[in-house]
């Protein structure tokens, strides 16, 4: 079986803060995903990426950088981080087959705290 | 785009009762999964259920591809159950969630 590593678990920040976080897989799975959940809401799609150097837009992307390094990491980047947010950033990933994907797994998820 | 609406939004049950979850999406999907989120954890996926009715442990997933909506029954609840049962649909890559109904089981 395979894991999915998000770090920091926790992350504290400043208004206007640039902030990264961090997620790998050694599934070797094509497509990676970067997910925003609030409290009492379901997952919003910030990024995602097909392959290796591949970037797509999610709904939630303004505000948001993404990098896919190689297809075992995907990082993404809060660009300015706004006073009072917090959520939990979701990391996941799937194999593909044909034109859709498969099952998603997920990490642990990256807990944001903005001060 | 997609929408994934789920009801009902809350659920208390007795231990040993059974739950029914209900999944509405707004346009075809060629893959659907249920996933449970444990209070304060990680998704994990349950069963993915595109079409027809899948079976694991207490767990029937009836999918309804025609009238776009899906259900989840749990038998024989336990407290264990308790937590938060998400339904994702996906046309293309991208999965889309709805909400979620947050289980809450008794003893």
């Known amino acids: 079986g395979g894991i999915i590593t998000q770090t920091p678990k926790f992350l504290i920040g400043q208004e206007g803060q640039k902030l990264t976080l961090k997620c790998q897989q050694n599934f070797n799975h094509d497509t990676m995903y970067w997910y925003r959940q609030d409290s009492g809401k379901g997952l919003r799609l910030i990024y995602y990426?097909?392959?290796?150097?591949?970037?797509q837009k999610g709904d939630l992307s303004e505000g948001y950088d993404a990098s896919r390094e190689k297809k075992s990491s995907f990082s993404l980047t809060v660009t300015s981080a706004q006073k009072n947010e917090m959520a939990v950033f979701l990391c996941?990933?799937?194999?593909?087959?044909?034109?859709?994907?498969?099952?998603?797994?997920f990490g642990s998820g990256t807990r944001l705290t903005v001060l | 785009g997609q929408q994934v609406q789920q009801s009902p939004a809350s659920l208390v049950l007795q231990e040993g009762e059974n739950a029914e979850l209900q999944c509405n999406f707004s346009?075809?999907?060629?893959?659907l999964q249920w996933f449970y989120q444990s209070p304060g954890g990680s998704l994990v996926s349950l069963l993915s259920n595109p079409s027809g009715t899948k079976h694991t442990g207490r767990l029937t997933s009836t999918t309804v591809t025609k009238e776009r909506r899906s259900s989840l029954h749990i038998s024989s609840s336990q407290t264990t159950d308790s937590g938060t049962y998400l339904c994702?649909?996906?046309?293309?890559?991208?999965?889309?969630f709805g909400a979620g109904t947050r289980l809450k089981v008794i003893a």
């Open positions: 994702a649909i996906t046309g293309n890559y991208k999965y889309v």
């Open positions: 346009s075809t999907a060629t893959q």
């Open positions: 996941a990933s799937s194999i593909n087959w044909g034109s859709s994907a498969e099952t998603l797994y």
């Open positions: 990426s097909i392959t290796e150097n591949d970037l």
